[in-house]
């Protein structure tokens, strides 16, 4: 009879999933990921009409003969694997269960962390990263804390990581938006007074080093056939406010596309200019006057 529950016992352990750092898991080789910019065409239109989608996700496979359950705290970096695009802060824990011999997709809250560089479309690739340094660190566990997967979160990151201005957090909400101005403000070592107040005398000279001296821009691509492209200026929304483009076929080889990023009707907002490349988001810029 001994011997009888000890099989049970053995049996039911077996089935039991096994807990573990995400980390761990990719390290051992417990799981197969492929970290993406998330697919915007397949997203639930709940999420898509939110204001602020997850902008990653990961194609996750369970490569053991046991359930797996893989966790992951926010604050960690996704690197790109090619150069020009941003690398993603996550804002959000990960907890999940993964079946034996399994692969499933998730959906990812980050934040861009570099205005100049692009951001993630579906065909970028990424790799695990360390965790972000110490206060941006204590941003990401102070966004997840209060549920801040919103723009004015992402403008705070910016602030931390390539310094946009902290006045330039903005928000319809006017608790959050002073709250994270304070908050961004104090990881700084400072205050949001003292920062106002210098904001203000160095406004100018802080947004043509933000944005640099060139007076136009380039977007360069290859085509191995026939391509489809628009390209237009968008709100930190996703909303199109104007179009460079649109629906423009372009024929195979390399190809540059030149546009003026700072258009006058743009003064003193955030934006994005987004290329679409055959119904995809392939390329997206940042930008603040």
């Given at each position: 009879?001994?011997?009888?529950?000890?099989l049970?016992f053995?049996?039911?352990?077996?089935?039991k999933?096994?807990?573990?750092?995400?980390?761990?898991?990719?390290?051992?080789?417990?799981v197969?990921i492929?970290?993406?910019?998330?697919?915007?065409s397949t997203?639930?239109?709940?999420?898509k009409?939110?204001?602020?989608?997850?902008k990653?996700?990961?194609?996750?496979?369970?490569?053991?003969?046991?359930p797996?359950?893989?966790?992951?705290d926010?604050?960690?970096?996704l690197q790109?694997?090619?150069?020009?695009?941003?690398?993603?802060?996550?804002?959000?824990?990960?907890a999940?269960?993964c079946?034996?011999?399994?692969?499933?997709k998730?959906?990812i809250?980050?934040?861009?962390?570099?205005?100049?560089?692009s951001?993630p479309?579906?065909q970028?690739?990424?790799?695990?990263?360390?965790?972000?340094?110490?206060a941006?660190l204590?941003l990401?566990?102070?966004?997840?804390m209060?549920?801040?997967?919103?723009?004015?979160a992402?403008?705070?990151?910016?602030?931390?990581?390539d310094?946009?201005?902290?006045l330039?957090?903005?928000?319809?909400?006017?608790?959050v938006?002073?709250?994270?101005q304070?908050f961004?403000?104090?990881l700084?070592?400072?205050t949001l007074?003292?920062?106002t107040?210098q904001e203000?005398?160095?406004?100018?000279?802080?947004?043509?080093?933000f944005?640099?001296n060139?007076?136009?821009r380039?977007?360069t691509?290859?085509?191995?056939s026939?391509?489809?492209?628009?390209?237009g200026?968008?709100?930190?929304?996703?909303h199109?406010i104007?179009p460079?483009?649109?629906?423009?076929?372009?024929?195979?080889?390399?190809?540059?596309?030149?546009?003026n990023?700072?258009?006058v009707?743009?003064?003193?907002?955030?934006?994005?200019?987004k290329?679409i490349?055959d119904?995809e988001?392939?390329?997206?810029?940042?930008f603040?006057?």
């Open positions: 009879m001994r011997t009888t529950y000890t049970i053995i049996v039911l352990l077996s089935l999933s096994f807990g573990l750092s995400l980390s761990e898991a990719i390290a051992d080789k417990k197969m492929d970290w993406t910019g998330s697919d915007y997203m639930p239109e709940a999420i009409n939110s204001g602020f989608y997850p990653m996700q990961m194609v996750i496979t369970n490569q053991t003969n046991a797996l359950t893989v966790n992951l926010e604050g960690y970096l790109p694997n090619e150069e020009g695009y941003q690398a993603m802060l996550i804002t959000q824990q990960i999940l269960d079946p034996a011999k399994r692969q499933q998730q959906l809250y980050a934040m861009c962390t570099q205005l100049s560089h951001g479309g579906v970028t690739h990424y790799k695990l990263g360390q965790k972000a340094s110490p941006l204590q990401a566990q102070y966004i997840r209060n549920n801040y997967q919103n723009n004015a992402q403008q705070a990151v910016w602030s931390m990581t310094r946009s201005p902290v330039g957090i903005e928000s319809s909400n006017e608790a938006k002073n709250e994270l304070g961004v403000a104090q700084m070592g400072t007074e003292k920062i107040s203000q005398r160095s406004k100018t000279a802080l947004l043509q080093e944005n640099g060139k007076v136009d380039n977007i691509f290859t085509a191995d026939i391509t489809n492209v628009s390209v200026f968008y709100d930190m929304d996703n199109l104007e460079i483009f649109a629906n423009r076929d372009f024929q195979k080889g390399d190809h540059s596309i030149r546009y990023p700072f258009p009707k743009l003064r003193e907002k955030n934006y994005t200019v290329m490349r119904g988001l392939y390329r997206e810029y940042f603040r006057q």
